[in-house]
DNA sequence: AAAACGGGGGC
DNA sequence: GCCCCAGTTTT
């Protein structure tokens, strides 16, 4: 089963703020295109320093297949100008600092955490919300309920492979549309709350 | 709470 | 052709 992008990266010993760029890139964005994008921009640039040595359009062009590309290429720039300024050119490494970036949330800041500095952090998007949801693990309406409550159920010690793994298992067999739950390890385990169709 | 940002891929 | 995607910001 292929990596999702971000944590290919990460595992490839790239930097923390390639972690972050390629998280910003893959938002509301399928995982193959993203795959492409990153890989064409990060030939450009991989560090602050080089990103602000690219306009605006450059990168919108780079990127231009993940969409918002607009949104994100400013983000890129802006967030790679706080980290020179206020920084020193690395990327933060708490979770209050990286929220306070522009265009990172508790999901991006959470992932960066994990996978670039191998910290604590529950990661919650959409395949992490959904799949505890339909498992009756939780029951909440926002991530950000489902990140809080992870914290509270789920043992420490899981936490950093726990978003990976379902992760992977959101985007291959519990999928948001005609899940392949015959193909489930944990099936027996789950209510599948909100499964209209399934396979 | 809902809209806006967006092209690509699945069906 | 229609709907969704490793979200976040703005209204």
Redesign the pocket.
């Given at each position: 089963m292929e990596?999702?992008?971000?944590?290919e990266i990460s595992q490839n010993r790239r930097s923390p703020f390639e972690v972050l760029i390629a998280t910003i890139l893959?938002?509301?964005?399928?995982?193959?295109?993203t795959r492409s994008a990153s890989k064409r921009l990060f030939e450009k640039a991989n560090t602050p320093q080089q990103m602000l040595g690219l306009e605006d359009s450059e990168i919108a062009e780079l990127i231009?297949?993940?969409?918002?590309?607009?949104?994100?290429s400013r983000t890129i720039l802006e967030v790679s100008r706080v980290l020179i300024k206020d920084y020193g050119g690395s990327v933060p490494d708490d979770l209050d600092s990286l929220l306070r970036?522009?265009?990172?949330?508790?999901?991006?800041?959470n992932?960066v955490l994990t996978?670039g500095y191998g910290k604590l952090g529950v990661?919650v998007?959409?395949?992490v919300h959904?799949i505890n949801n339909r498992l009756g693990y939780v029951k909440t309406?926002t991530?950000e309920q489902t990140e809080m409550a992870l914290r509270e159920k789920l043992p420490k010690q899981y936490w950093i492979q726990y978003?990976?793994l379902l992760?992977t298992w959101?985007?291959n067999v519990c999928k948001?549309?005609?899940p392949i739950c015959s193909k489930c390890d944990i099936s027996i385990y789950c209510k599948r709350i909100g499964v209209t169709k399934s396979r």
């Open positions: 990596l999702p992008i971000v944590t893959s938002l509301r964005t399928k995982d193959e295109v231009y297949p993940v969409g918002f590309y607009n949104t994100k970036l522009k265009g990172v949330g508790r999901k991006t800041a992932l996978l990661c998007d959409t395949h959904r309406k991530p978003n990976d992760v959101g985007q948001p549309i005609s």
